[in-house]
């Protein structure tokens, strides 16, 4: 009888601690106790939960290295949050982990790798975006892997950015939605391109330079769009020259678009020529 009353005063006396120092718990350390904890939960699908909202945490080094670890993680999801993660919050210490995570063997995770790389304003990103667009890999640059199945197959081009990538798409043309823009055309390898071209706007690559000048004759009057939209984007007068024919297009969006862009380009030259 005295043992079994002593043991309910060890079990009171154990609650009483634990809820004094649950009591004496800032909500800061009540927050990283969710987080971490969900980041290592058995399921999958919590590791994806707690590891997505850490983009909201800038500047901040745990908030990083939690984002960075998931990029480790055995399931792909779980890594596509953490590449995520670490493009939101500007984690410009963690561009060679996003770099790496460019060769992983899963198209999501090398998706949302690029384009965290690319909100970082890291030329690395623009390499899967060179490499849908043109089907080959930049010269010298070897982060995408040469085995990258999405390289090889329309359908898997298509796939990478209509479910990988929606909610990357960076224009639907203008005045449409990225969602209208999705369900509006067929989904082929052309969607993908189009995509891609208007990642590359930003890239000083003059690879990049010379595959958007090439895509303007592509045969997707979508991924001539692109291409003319990425141009004005880059704004470099020069490839005037180039754009002029396309206000000839058979296609009326096109036409449209290219006639915005001349005038876009003519005025950043007589800019340009006033400066000097």
């Not at 154990?14 to 904890?37: F, M, V």
């Amino acid at each position: 009888m005295k043992s079994k009353r002593q043991k309910l005063l060890l079990v009171a006396a154990a609650l009483l601690i634990c809820g004094r120092a649950s009591l004496a718990q800032t909500p800061q350390d009540k927050a990283w106790t969710i987080l971490e904890t969900g980041a290592a939960h058995k399921s999958f699908y919590v590791r994806v939960l707690a590891v997505g909202p850490l983009g909201l945490v800038p500047d901040n080094p745990r908030a990083a290295a939690l984002a960075e670890k998931a990029l480790e993680d055995g399931r792909p999801e779980v890594r596509v949050a953490g590449a995520r993660a670490l493009g939101e919050m500007r984690s410009a210490d963690s561009i060679p982990k996003l770099r790496k995570a460019l060769g992983d063997k899963e198209n999501s995770v090398v998706t949302a790798a690029a384009h965290s790389l690319v909100q970082l304003k890291d030329p690395g990103g623009y390499q899967l975006y060179y490499s849908v667009l043109t089907g080959t890999r930049k010269k010298g640059q070897g982060f995408i892997s040469e085995q990258m199945e999405v390289l090889r197959d329309p359908k898997k081009i298509a796939a990478f950015s209509l479910e990988e990538g929606i909610g990357y798409v960076p224009f639907g043309g203008y005045g449409l939605s990225a969602v209208q823009f999705i369900r509006s055309q067929e989904r082929d390898a052309s969607t993908a391109k189009a995509v891609a071209a208007r990642f590359l706007a930003h890239d000083p690559d003059p690879e990049s330079r010379e595959a958007l000048v090439r895509a303007l004759s592509h045969k997707s009057s979508l991924v001539r769009e692109a291409a003319l939209e990425a141009i004005a984007q880059r704004g470099d007068p020069s490839l005037l020259e180039s754009v002029q024919p396309t206000m000839s297009d058979s296609k009326s969006r096109v036409r449209y678009t290219a006639a915005a862009t001349v005038i876009r380009l003519m005025d950043l030259a007589r800019k340009m020529r006033g400066t000097k």
